[in-house]
Each structure stands twice: as C-alpha cells, then as structure tokens.
C-alpha cells in the first residue's frame, strides 16, 4: 500500500483481556518498527522487525507483551493480561532511516 | 544510555513570530536525527532529517534544523510561524547501526495564537 495501517483503529478493553493490533506495513520494506506514545511516557520503542525475526525487543514493558510478523509483511502486537498502564496509542511504522508512522491503535484499557 | 531532550515543554507564539525549539542528544555513536510534528487529532508526520553533510537541513512548510556537532544540538527553526503550526513537535534519534530504533525527546507543545 501506499503507507503503513493499523487496526482498529480504536480499542476499548476491560483490565484482564487479552488484545491483538495489527499493522500492515509499506509493501515491501522490511524494516517494522513498533512503538507506544502514552501521557507519563511519551513516545517509547517496543520492537524492531527485519523480514519475520525480531533482533531488537528490548522496548517490550513486560511478558505480557508480545509480537510476531509474517510473511514478511503484516505484524501483530498481542498484549495479554491487559492492564490500565497499558492505555496508549500504539504506533507502527516502516523503512528504516525515516520511519513512516501509521495513524496509529488507541487502547484504552478499564 | 541515550536519551534526547527538548528544553521547552510548551511554547505560545503569535503569527509571525520567529521560532526555535531546542533539542540536544546524548548518544555513543554517530546519529541520524529527526524532527516530527503531529497536528491535532493526527499522526507523527516527518518534518526532517539530517544524516550527513551540511548541517543546516531545510524540510517542509518552510522548516529548517542546524545540526550543531559540539553541542550535541538540533534545533528546529522558522522565522515566521502560522497559526496552521500549532502542534506538538518531536526530535528523535536513531543510531545509524543495529536496529536504527528512534528515541524520542519529551515534545514540546506549539500553540499558535492568531
């Protein structure tokens, strides 16, 4: 595609469940990167992505959180246990170097 | 450990009024820098970026940042500013090996008064 998407875009969640963000990066780069912004933290690394492996998951806050890519193309962030810190706007972008961020996941967690 | 800092959190302008938002780095390495704006209600745009070579870099809707080595500074600049600038603007760094991971300084908030 033209840019990098995510969905949903908005996601409202009781504490305890589990929650799936998608995002379908620039077709054909394959650099992923995923990223939070939240008010007490700003804009903060999660996971780095190069084809399907993950080199870099050192932004990941806890277990509970996880991701996966396939194909090369589409990742998945999977936030299990889902508690009220993990409210955020949860961003992914692609290419290396400039970084195009998608619209971006707003979790808002109850 | 690295970490990008912005030294103002909000700022008020007029129209016209000129414009300078401070960011400084602390990394170990050679850095690719950047600055975001993200507009209300929508996603972190690229402004600009500097990778190598003169150091002042210009970007879109008449922005520019000096890449000052010595003092570890990027500073972002317009001299005339539009209400249509009002936003939160972000400097991030990236070191150029391993996973080129952004780190973000804190934003600072532009408000814009016609």
């Known amino acids: 595609g033209a840019g990098v998407s995510q969905s949903p875009s908005n996601k409202v969640t009781e504490k305890g469940k589990d929650v799936e963000l998608r995002c379908d990066p620039i077709s054909g780069h394959t650099a992923l990167y995923w990223y939070r912004q939240s008010l007490g933290q700003g804009l903060e690394f999660l996971i780095y992505?190069?084809?399907?492996?993950?080199?870099?998951k050192s932004g990941l806050p806890s277990d509970r959180f996880s991701a996966e890519r396939t194909g090369g193309s589409v990742s998945t962030l999977t936030i299990q246990r889902t508690q009220q810190e993990d409210s955020a706007v949860y961003l992914c972008?692609?290419?290396?170097?400039?970084?195009?961020f998608g619209p971006g996941t707003r979790l808002t967690v109850l | 450990a690295q970490s990008v800092s912005q030294h103002n959190h909000h700022v008020i302008l007029s129209e016209a009024a000129s414009l300078e938002l401070g960011c400084n780095y602390s990394y170990g390495g050679t850095v690719n820098l950047f600055w975001y704006v993200q507009y209300p209600g929508q996603h972190l745009q690229l402004l600009l970026k500097y990778f190598s070579g003169d150091p002042l870099v210009k970007g879109i809707k008449g922005f520019e940042a000096e890449f000052i080595k010595s003092k570890f500074s990027f500073n972002l600049r317009k001299p005339s500013v539009q209400w249509s600038d009002t936003a939160e603007y972000f400097c991030a760094a990236a070191s150029i090996q391993g996973a080129q991971k952004l780190v973000f300084g804190q934003g600072t908030r532009l408000t814009i008064n016609p």
């Open positions: 992505f190069q084809g399907n492996s993950a080199p870099d």
């Open positions: 972008a692609s290419i290396p170097n400039e970084q195009f």
